[in-house]
C-alpha cells in the first residue's frame, strides 16, 4: 500500500507540473464596460439637449413670424385701412409729436382797427350832443388749430387719402396792449366815457375778428393739415410716398350752402 500512494502521489506531482490553458481575460471586459456606458449617456444627453434646442427656437420663431408677417402688412397704407387701424395710428402720432390735443394750421398777425360811435346826452339825459367817434389800432395775434380729439375720419380711394378734419378753431387772440394806439376821431364832449367803453370791448371784439378772419387762413389751415398727414404717412408706412393727400374741414358743408345762399357762416 505504501508502493501504492506512492505512484499516487507521483501522479498528483506530474498533473500538477502539466501546463494549464489561458485563463479568460476578466480584466479587459472590465475595462470595456465604463467607456460603453459613458459614450451611451452623452449620446442620450446630447439627443435630449437637441430636441429642447429645437422646441425653444420653434417656439420662439413662430411668435416673431407672426408679429413680422402682422407689421409687414400694418407697414403699408392699404393693409393699414383693412385692419382699421388708421385713426388711431394717426391720433398716436400726432399727439406723440405735438405733445398735446391741438394741431396748429395757421397764425395770423395783423394790425386790427376797432371803432366805436355814441351819441352822449347831457342835462339829466334829455339834451343830446354831438356823435363821439373814437378808434383804437392794435397789433393782433390768431392762432388757429385742429382738435386731435375731435372726429377724424379717413377714406382711401385708388391713390388718395380723403381726410375728413374737424373745423378750424382759434385761440385766445393775443392783443398787444403796449402798442395800443387810441384816437378821437369825431365829437368833443364826454370823449373820455366813449374811449373806455372801448377799451373794455377789445377783448370780446378780437374774438369776433378772429372768426372774421377765417376765410383768410382756411386755405392755409388745408396746406398745412395735408403736409402733416403727408409726413405721418411717409414715417408711418412703407409706401406712404405714393399717396396724394385731401382734406376737408366739417364745417365746410355749412360754409359752402350759406355762400349759394348768401348767409355767411364764418
Known sequence: MDEGRAKMGGMSERLDLMPQGPE????????????????????????????????????????????????ATLSTVAGAFQRGVVSNAFFSYATTLTNHLRLQVATLSQMEVFTRQEA??????????????????APVHYTYYLDLDGEWRFVLENQVVSVHAPRIRFNKPAVDVSAIAYEVKRGFLKTDGVLENLKRTISALVVLRARDNLP???????????????????????DGREYVVKVRFADEAEVERGAREGFPFE
Not at 352822449?120 to 389800432?137: N, S, W, Y
Request: hydrophobic content about 50%; overall charge positive; aromatic content about 8%.
Open 24 to 71: 479568460p481575460p476578466q480584466g479587459r471586459a472590465s475595462v470595456r464596460s465604463p467607456w460603453a456606458r459613458t459614450i451611451l449617456w452623452v449620446g442620450v444627453i446630447g439627443m435630449l439637449v437637441a430636441a429642447a434646442v429645437y422646441a425653444f427656437k420653434a417656439c420662439v420663431e413662430t411668435p416673431e413670424r407672426i408679429i413680422r408677417q402682422a407689421g
Open 216 to 238: 383768410l387762413v382756411r386755405e392755409t389751415c388745408r396746406v398745412q393739415t395735408a403736409a402733416f398727414v403727408e409726413r405721418w404717412l411717409m414715417h408711418s408706412f412703407t
Open 120 to 137: 352822449p346826452l347831457t342835462g339829466f339825459g334829455t339834451i343830446p350832443l354831438p356823435d363821439v367817434v373814437v378808434e383804437a389800432r
